[in-house]
């Protein structure tokens, strides 16, 4: 799908942050929140799954429907006085369908994998066979890891990527779904930096007979400012975070085909949750209102721009890059040409005023996977993005980051480097 890319600048960055009252009636806490704020602004934030909300958003999650019950959905439920709360979450389901071309949305799950369970749930049995990414590929835990309800109740087998490129191995996929011939083919990862082929997931799911489930928690707010295919057309069922590159409140989502509504429905309430949170998904309506508007549009692209420049950056520093690039706002790199594995290089980092996460390269081996942290890095541009951060920024980054990772590193040195990008882009925006 061609994708235009505007060119006008983004709003500039506001500050925010107000603690009311809790200063005063619980300063433990209120400390807490201040040493939290300290830390984002004097830090780089380049978690992948990590953004700042609005003060909008903000606002909806500390409004009074924090204390409204309301289990059921709007006109049906368990609860009296839910005329706001219905007004609520209609307008969130009215602009997440039209947001993403959806023609039904359950804007009630609690997370990403709340939302993967639900999806879970509506189209399959205990015992299924299922065909997801491998976790040493960039499968998630709700793709069939043994420690997780996914790969408890289900038969998991692992697609993977060339070893060779770090791309999907489409080939394969195809082979392993005639072979297995499983009931449900999901589609997303939370460490491959490149657009699947939707089309082409859909073909395969349609030639062995199984539903396709597309987990999109990291690409969606790309998707929503049209920097990223949309796998709506394609899926079955559309899993979803409203955090991460979309910019809402902590919380999932799912998008579905009419037909498919009251099954979804009913696998989240009453099958694997209770009480819809009503702030949450408030934010949920403000986050996708905004994520609506031309300006998240520029946003959106300019995310995917950053984590290019960082990429060819980080390449040229001597990082190898996973796949070469991104088509997203995910990077992965291996630090082993700098002498060092992933861990060593996010603890170094850290110690710098970077905050990043290690990942799992394909075929890194599954020590590295057992003792919970990979060979590799994982970096995002979203947070950075929404704080104002452009591509020449992205540029001196990579600097930083390799000058932080190298044995004898001045940590200092760069930790003050570092608090000078914070100062010109402080890490809230209007």
């Keep these: 799908m061609p994708v235009s890319t505007p060119?006008?600048?983004?709003?500039?960055?506001?500050?925010?942050?107000?603690?009311?009252?809790?200063?005063?009636?619980?300063?433990?806490?209120?400390?807490?929140?201040?040493?939290?704020?300290?830390?984002?602004?004097?830090?780089l934030q380049l978690i992948a799954a990590e953004n700042f909300h609005s003060p909008?958003?903000?606002?909806?999650?500390?409004?009074?429907?924090?204390?409204?019950?309301?289990?059921?959905?709007?006109?049906?439920?368990?609860?009296?006085?839910?005329?706001?709360?219905?007004?609520?979450?209609?307008?969130a389901?009215?602009?997440?369908?039209?947001?993403?071309?959806?023609?039904?949305?359950?804007v009630q799950p609690h997370s990403g994998s709340s939302a993967v369970l639900a999806a879970y749930a509506a189209l399959l049995r205990p015992g299924d066979a299922v065909l997801a990414m491998g976790l040493t590929s960039g499968g998630h835990l709700t793709h069939g890891s043994p420690a997780n309800f996914s790969g408890r109740w289900f038969d998991f087998t692992g697609y993977g990527v060339d070893p060779d490129t770090g791309l999907i191995d489409y080939d394969r996929v195809r082979a392993l779904a005639r072979a297995r011939r499983p009931k449900a083919i999901v589609c997303g990862s939370i460490s491959y930096p490149r657009h699947p082929d939707y089309a082409l997931f859909r073909e395969i799911a349609d030639e062995v007979g199984a539903r396709l489930i597309v987990d999109a928690a990291h690409p969606m707010g790309l998707i929503a400012g049209g920097a990223a295919p949309n796998p709506v057309p394609y899926a079955d069922v559309v899993c979803a975070t409203t955090h991460k590159v979309l910019r809402g409140p902590r919380g999932g989502m799912l998008?579905?085909?009419?037909?498919?509504?009251?099954?979804?429905?009913?696998?989240?309430?009453?099958?694997?949750?209770?009480?819809?949170?009503?702030?949450t998904i408030a934010a949920k309506a403000v986050a996708f209102g905004e994520a609506a508007t031309p300006a998240y549009a520029m946003y959106a692209h300019r995310v995917v721009a950053n984590a290019r420049v960082l990429a060819a950056a980080l390449e040229a520093e001597g990082f190898e890059v996973a796949t070469g690039g991104t088509d997203t706002h995910l990077v992965l790199a291996d630090p082993a040409p700098l002498g060092v594995d992933g861990r060593t290089a996010r603890d170094r980092l850290a110690a710098a005023g970077v905050v990043l996460d290690t990942c799992a390269l394909p075929h890194a081996g599954s020590a590295a996977l057992t003792e919970g942290h990979g060979r590799g890095i994982r970096l995002g541009t979203a947070a950075v993005t929404t704080q104002g951060m452009d591509e020449a920024d992205m540029a001196r980054i990579a600097v930083l980051l390799a000058d932080a990772v190298r044995d004898g590193a001045?940590?200092?040195?760069?930790?003050a480097e570092v608090r000078g990008f914070t100062e010109r882009h402080p890490p809230f925006h209007g």
């Design 7 to 43: 060119t006008a600048p983004l709003p500039p960055a506001a500050p925010r942050w107000d603690l009311g009252p809790l200063p005063r009636t619980d300063p433990e806490i209120a400390e807490v929140l201040r040493d939290e704020a300290f830390r984002q602004a004097g830090s």
């Design 56 to 91: 909008a958003v903000l606002a909806a999650l500390a409004s009074p429907l924090a204390d409204k019950y309301a289990e059921g959905y709007p006109g049906a439920r368990h609860h009296g006085g839910c005329d706001h709360a219905d007004a609520a979450e209609r307008i």
């Design 93 to 106: 389901v009215s602009r997440a369908t039209a947001l993403f071309g959806a023609e039904h949305a359950n």
């Design 255 to 279: 998008l579905c085909r009419a037909e498919l509504a009251g099954r979804i429905d009913r696998a989240v309430f009453p099958f694997t949750q209770g009480g819809a949170q009503m702030h």
């Design 410 to 415: 001045d940590h200092d040195r760069i930790r």
